[in-house]
């Protein structure tokens, strides 16, 4: 099990790595247009963590419900559906032309969307006891 505060020593080493990747691979294709940054949880320990972070931002957004959408700009299209007890839900969208779907089955399964720019896809699908963040760049 590994723990989800991390040590500097143990987030250079990926964040190097990953950076050494990128720098690999080779130049993306013209279509490739969004960049989606993606954080999920591997276990229960980090899916409580998660979710209390999902909850102390919805607390600081003065977010009531288990389920919100918030949208600046337009023609986006966003919908949660959430069956069971204890989820929580969070879609943001600013540009334009953003989809965001989300769907939430069972219970304490936490999720927050963020997408800006325009143009950025976004479907999650969430079973039980799972949580992620999920930020979305399309120019």
């Known amino acids: 099990m590994f723990p989800l505060r991390p040590t500097f020593r143990s987030v250079r080493f990926p964040a190097l790595a ?8 080779p130049a993306a294709p013209v279509d490739a247009t969004t960049l989606s940054l993606s954080l999920n949880a591997r276990n229960a320990d980090e899916a409580r963590a998660l ?23 337009r023609n986006h299209a966003a919908r949660i559906h959430q069956s069971g007890g204890g989820n929580r839900g969070i879609i943001r969208q600013h540009g334009q032309g953003h989809q965001a779907n989300l769907s939430q089955h069972g219970g304490n399964n936490g999720q927050v969307i963020l997408q800006y720019g325009n143009g950025a896809h976004a479907n999650v699908h969430q079973s039980g006891g799972q949580a992620g963040i ?3 760049f399309a120019p």
């Open 134 to 136: 999920l930020l979305q």
């Open 51 to 73: 979710n209390t972070a999902i909850t102390l931002y919805a607390i600081h957004r003065d977010i009531r419900s288990g389920a919100d959408i918030r949208q600046v700009g």
């Open 18 to 25: 990953a950076l050494a990747l990128a720098l690999s691979l």
